[in-house]
């Protein structure tokens, strides 16, 4: 049936659309930081663009510090410029051999704003699973035009795509509650 395709694209898109998700989430700080938070970071290096875990071994030995140890010593200018420019909120130290990023606290206020800007990417995730659930709507009302299916079969599909769209929405607010949870322990 035609109809088993456009459910089968449109479910793809929304795992993919929770593994973006999954993906951004890691780059958000909680209580412990992330490698995650400079690895996307892109340092000129050699005359080209490299994200910083290609030019460099990024660690982190304790819960609030980042190492990073190129392998090449002579672009450890670069990359703490790289790093100043990212804005992550957190200054690089280096010392010659590698570079130091110890993350401060999280202050109680720093805590909510971490909070309320996940739940502001949360709402764009959902907007992009009912995005995908309104093309796979759009298709079955095509396919009831072009007489493939019955109105009943139509009103059946529709009802199917809502609980797959409810079931993925309810994912996102699962994971987002997880981590809005997890920034806010102390």
Request: hydrophobic residues 40%.
């Amino acid at each position: 049936m035609q109809a088993q395709s456009f459910f089968s694209a449109s479910e793809e898109s929304m795992k993919k659309t929770i593994d973006r998700l999954k993906s951004e989430l890691t780059c958000i700080r909680t209580g412990r930081v992330s490698s995650a938070v400079v690895e996307g970071i892109k340092v000129e290096s050699y005359g080209s663009l490299a994200f910083i875990n290609q030019i460099a071994g990024v660690s982190v030995p304790d819960a609030r510090t980042i190492e990073i140890r190129p392998w090449d010593v002579s672009q450890l200018g670069a990359i703490e410029k790289a790093i100043q420019k990212a804005d992550i909120g957190m200054n690089p130290v280096n010392d010659g051999k590698l570079i130091r990023i110890v993350a401060p606290p999280l202050t109680e206020e720093r805590r909510k704003e971490i909070a309320k800007s996940i739940g502001r990417m949360a709402e764009d995730f959902r907007v992009a699973v009912r995005n995908e659930r309104r093309v796979l709507i759009e298709n079955i009302k095509k396919l009831e035009r072009d007489k493939v299916i019955t109105e009943d079969d139509k009103k059946k599909l529709e009802a199917n795509a809502q609980k797959i769209t409810d079931g993925y929405t309810k994912i996102i607010d699962e994971i987002v509650a997880a981590k809005e949870k997890e920034v806010m322990r102390v």
